[in-house]
């Protein structure tokens, strides 16, 4: 079942937010993640148009020295369109990128803001097309894709929210051969391939797999 997503956010760049403005679920969210991920520090912050915040915060030297960890807080009242008994499951984006690529936060935020504007659904195994085009035209790879929080998959649990259930999905930066591969086959066939050759996915500079 379906459902339809709230209404649209604009992105604010600059405004520092105390924590005591977030809601109760989106603390629960952040305390989740530190607990995963290590402390982590406000980057981007985004306001609905109902008043919801959101904000896409980061964990330096995680998961290890010179990457960097970003994940949205609050996007997950987005429905993505599945349920679980008779709440709906939203998701959090995760990701990851090496410590010099600091404009990655406006990948993030552009892919955000195309979603709470329905211009791009999110969802296990969606594709955000051309997402390095503004921010990093001539970086290796240039699409995102959704998928499982690689190297998290038995720390970044579904919570329990009590009207919605938040869950992370892992923005995932991939070449055009890469994107083919991935649309081509149903059996994780990239994702085997990442694993084998211990390919390092915060790198955008990295060659492709193939």
Request: charged letters at 25%.
């Amino acid at each position: 079942m379906f459902i339809n997503s709230v209404s649209p956010a604009h992105i604010f760049r600059g405004e520092i937010m105390n924590e005591s403005h977030q809601s109760p679920d989106d603390l629960t969210i952040r305390t989740a993640l530190s607990a995963v991920i290590g402390d982590v520090k406000d980057v981007r912050h985004l306001l609905e148009h109902d008043g919801h915040r959101m904000e896409i915060v980061m964990s330096e030297n995680s998961p290890r020295v010179g990457v960097n960890s970003y994940s949205t807080i609050g996007l997950s009242v987005i429905p993505i369109g599945y349920l679980s008994g008779s709440v709906y499951l939203g998701a959090e984006i995760i990701a990851t990128a090496r410590a010099g690529f600091d404009t990655f936060v406006d990948v993030l935020a552009a892919c955000v803001d195309d979603i709470l504007h329905s211009r791009f659904r999110l969802f296990p195994g969606a594709v955000y097309k051309n997402a390095f085009k503004a921010a990093y035209p001539d970086v290796q790879v240039k699409h995102l894709i959704f998928d499982t929080p690689q190297g998290w998959e038995k720390d970044l649990l579904t919570i329990d929210l009590g009207s919605r259930q938040a869950a992370w999905i892992m923005a995932v930066p991939v070449t055009d051969t890469e994107l083919r591969l991935f649309s081509e086959s149903e059996s994780g066939e990239l994702q085997e391939r990442f694993v084998e050759r211990n390919t390092d996915l915060a790198d955008l500079n990295r060659l492709s797999v193939e």
